[in-house]
């Protein structure tokens, strides 16, 4: 992401395919043979690269996506309430898919029960 896709095309690993890296060196990933794009996230086939550094953010989403599918990506943007403009629409409880909140209050209950008994709000 950022500017880290320079590194890849300086190892030549962009050569003839589309990428995309910061606004202020995007154009410079021609140099090394990549077909510079300007989307946020750039997937194509097996490189994925990613612009300014909030767009880290919706890169980092599709990297879990992509390692552990669309529903586990989606309990992380929840957990980190990342709601801007997402790649998915799962950044708050009022937007999430109702399996994706299920599964976030299963995963996230004993923190949930920890944090309420830090609180006082439950005995024992």
Not at 47 to 69: C, K, N, P, Y
Request: charged content about 20%; overall charge neutral.
């Amino acid at each position: 992401m950022c500017s880290g896709s320079l590194i890849l095309g300086k190892a030549g690993l962009l050569r003839g395919y589309k990428a995309t890296s910061h606004w202020s060196c995007r154009d410079t990933l021609s140099g090394f043979g990549a077909i510079p794009t300007d989307a946020r996230v750039v997937r194509d086939r097996n490189r994925i690269t990613g612009a300014g550094v909030t767009s880290g953010l919706d890169f980092g989403l599709a990297m879990v996506a992509e390692l552990r599918g669309q529903t586990y990506a989606e309990c992380t943007q929840l957990m980190s309430e990342y709601d801007p403009d997402p790649p998915f629409n799962a950044g708050s409880m009022s937007s999430a898919p109702e399996a994706v909140k299920q599964q976030m209050i299963m995963m996230a209950a004993d923190f949930s029960r920890d944090a309420a008994r830090l609180a006082g709000m439950h005995d024992g």
